[in-house]
């Protein structure tokens, strides 16, 4: 199998603020949020990061999407370096995440078409793929409502539907169904599954094990910024289901730790 993303030992560190030492409950300068990890996903599948609130996944695909540097390590998409080369990455990838906020004041339509002239796309495929994405996820009925009065699951539809403007082959999704009701969750997790059998390269961050073993190929299960676990989901299930395999490496991890 083609290796298509490979991460290699990234590190990285924040200071906290004395507010943030007291919201932590912690004398700490410094935490740790991603610490010397490493894995591959491979082209055209499906690979899932799985772990707690905190564990290092949001981190993660941060430095992968060249958000953010990793103070050490690299990460390599399609054999570029989302360190030296973070334009070339960013032109390959689609990168969604809920913490990342459409204008209130823009419509979902003038939104697609300012980032479709970022990536240089031309009108005719720029019309095209418009009334693909909204027809599909029901956008075209709010193309012209102003971000702030759409709902919560219209607001994600939008954001997916613009981070994937350029049809990129590398699609990086943190916590794609956060917060979505039932109805919006299951057509976003239907239309990953159809880019994975276009031939494209999703990775996902997650905290909901049934939604990994529906849609991933592979998982990663990362905690306290490392990856202690990464294999087939046919391997991890083999004896038991997801869940129980990531509290046993979590009671392991932590009894470790004592």
Avoid: W
Avoid at 92 to 117: C, H
Avoid at 196 to 218: M, N, P, W, Y
């Amino acid at each position: 199998m083609n290796v298509i993303l490979r991460a290699e030992g990234l590190k990285k560190t924040f200071r906290l603020t004395s507010k943030q030492q007291k919201l932590q409950k912690t004398k700490a300068k410094v935490i740790k949020a991603v610490d010397d990890l490493s894995f591959e996903a491979y082209e055209g599948e499906i690979f899932g990061l799985l772990g707690p609130n905190g564990a290092g996944k949001t981190t993660t695909l941060r430095m992968l999407a060249t958000l953010i540097k990793a103070d050490e390590g690299d990460a390599y998409i399609d054999g570029s370096s989302v360190r030296k080369e973070p334009e070339t990455v960013r032109g390959k990838i689609g990168f969604l995440t809920s913490e990342l906020k459409l204008e209130d004041f823009f419509t979902p339509n003038y939104m697609f078409d300012f980032f479709a002239n970022l990536h240089n796309i031309t009108p005719d495929v720029r019309q095209r793929r418009k009334a693909e994405l909204f027809s599909k996820f029901g956008v075209d009925e709010f193309a012209e409502v102003k971000i702030a009065n759409l709902s919560t699951g219209m607001k994600q539809k939008a954001s997916l539907v613009i981070s994937i403007v350029h049809d990129p082959n590398i699609i990086i999704f943190d916590e794609p169904t956060n917060g979505l009701d039932v109805l919006t969750a299951k057509v976003v997790t239907d239309f990953l599954l159809e880019l994975k059998a276009q031939g494209k390269t999703i990775i996902v961050s997650t905290h909901i094990f049934s939604l990994v073993e529906k849609i991933c190929d592979r998982a990663g299960i990362i905690l306290d910024g490392h990856m202690v676990v990464c294999d087939s989901l046919e391997n991890l299930t083999a004896e038991k289901p997801l869940e129980d395999v990531f509290f046993d490496v979590y009671a392991a991890r932590a009894g470790g730790a004592e």
